[in-house]
């Protein structure tokens, strides 16, 4: 799974989107270039007068630091989910979460891959990033105003990771493998989402769903919901499960929200689906559900979605 947005054919986007690959948008419709390693290690950048060559990444990280905004570091509480909304540093985040991965703790790695989801355009080409940024913003045109706030909202957040850190599909497939294997049932689901499961069987993919719906887990609905669209239709596994047509990936995505997954104007989610994708609500004020009802769904279709829902959400407690 990737919490890049989607749901484009389900959503209007707005003209702006196309212009991005004129002004030189960085991801191309294409994942960045694998990295060579399993995992990339943000090292600091070597003092000076310690001998040590001074690489061309290292004096990028450097100046990216000196130009870095105040933000909020991560102290990583005992919810470590909650530091990736707000306005928290994420290449700090990243880097305590690396030190708890480490030790075996397969929430921190999933958390890892999400921040390096969110970053990864970024992290690309950081001074083109910005260069696409300001230039979307001379155009002056209303579309563009809100792709250009959720980007530069990106790019504060995500501030400190650079090209070399390569925050591409195969470091994050990598990172979500590794949290499955230990345990992680939203890491596990974003794997079917991404169409690498742990097991490839039918039996395994409908005990998935299963146990994702049991969990009542957020970020596992959230992170399952690509796969129960039109992906999941034929699936015989799937039968009888809220799954086969978009309106069966949004209800999973309504689900989560509904959950406790944060949706919110500010949230992750919504910033990903601007700044990423180019589907920007109109309403700066506007959550995800709201979003989903105003531009998704019409009104004769309203009735079903709370349906899908409410099944969703209410099944497991009369089991």
Same mark, same amino acid.
């Given at each position: 799974m990737t919490f890049v947005p989607t749901?484009?054919?389900?959503?209007?986007?707005?003209? !702006?989107?196309?212009?991005?690959?004129?002004?030189?948008?960085? !991801?191309?419709?294409?994942?960045?270039?694998?990295?060579?390693?399993?995992?990339?290690?943000? *090292?600091?950048?070597?003092?000076?007068?310690?001998?040590t060559p001074f690489r061309a990444q290292d004096l990028a990280r450097q100046l990216i630091e000196m130009e870095r905004p105040n933000a909020v570091p991560s102290g990583l509480p005992l919810d470590i989910r909650a530091d990736i909304e707000g306005d928290t540093d994420l290449f700090a985040y990243a880097q305590r979460l690396r030190q708890q991965a480490a030790e075996g703790n397969a929430e921190a790695r999933w958390m890892v891959s999400r921040v390096y989801d969110y970053c990864a355009l970024y992290a690309m080409?950081?001074?083109?990033?910005?260069?696409? #940024?300001?230039?979307?913003?001379?155009?002056?045109?209303?579309? *563009? !105003?809100?792709?250009?706030q959720a980007r530069e909202r990106v790019a504060r957040r995500c501030g400190g990771f650079v090209a070399a850190d390569g925050l591409g599909r195969r470091l994050i497939l990598t990172q979500r493998l590794q949290a499955a294997q230990a345990g992680n049932l939203a890491a596990e689901a974003a794997l079917m989402a991404d169409g690498q499961p742990l097991q490839p069987t039918s039996d395994y993919r409908r005990d998935l769903v299963e146990r994702?719906?049991?969990?009542?887990?957020?970020?596992?609905? &959230?992170?399952?919901?690509?796969?129960?669209?039109?992906?999941?239709?034929?699936?015989?596994?799937?039968?009888?499960?809220?799954?086969?047509?978009?309106?069966?990936?949004?209800?999973?995505?309504?689900?989560?929200?509904?959950?406790? &997954?944060?949706?919110?104007?500010?949230?992750?989610?919504? #910033?990903?689906?601007?700044? #990423?994708?180019?589907?920007?609500?109109?309403?700066?004020?506007?959550?995800?559900?709201?979003?989903?009802?105003?531009? !998704?769904?019409?009104?004769?279709?309203?009735?079903?979605?709370? *349906?899908?829902?409410?099944?969703?959400?209410?099944?497991? #407690?009369?089991?």
């Open positions: 749901l484009k054919t389900w959503l209007l986007v707005v003209p !702006a989107l196309a212009l991005l690959g004129v002004v030189g948008y960085r !991801a191309g419709g294409r994942a960045l270039p694998p990295s060579d390693h399993a995992e990339v290690a943000v *090292t600091d950048v070597p003092a000076a007068g310690t001998g080409d950081p001074g083109g990033y910005q260069l696409d #940024n300001n230039l979307l913003s001379s155009m002056g045109m209303n579309g *563009t !105003a809100p792709i250009v994702v719906l049991d969990s009542r887990d957020p970020e596992a609905f &959230m992170a399952l919901s690509p796969a129960m669209g039109q992906r999941a239709a034929g699936d015989a596994a799937l039968q009888g499960l809220v799954a086969g047509d978009p309106f069966s990936e949004l209800a999973w995505r309504l689900a989560a929200c509904e959950l406790g &997954m944060a949706c919110g104007p500010d949230s992750v989610l919504m #910033n990903n689906f601007c700044a #990423n994708g180019g589907i920007c609500s109109q309403d700066s004020g506007q959550d995800f559900s709201g979003f989903v009802y105003d531009a !998704a769904v019409s009104r004769q279709g309203a009735g079903k979605m709370k *349906t899908l829902v409410e099944e969703l959400i209410k099944r497991r #407690n009369r089991r």
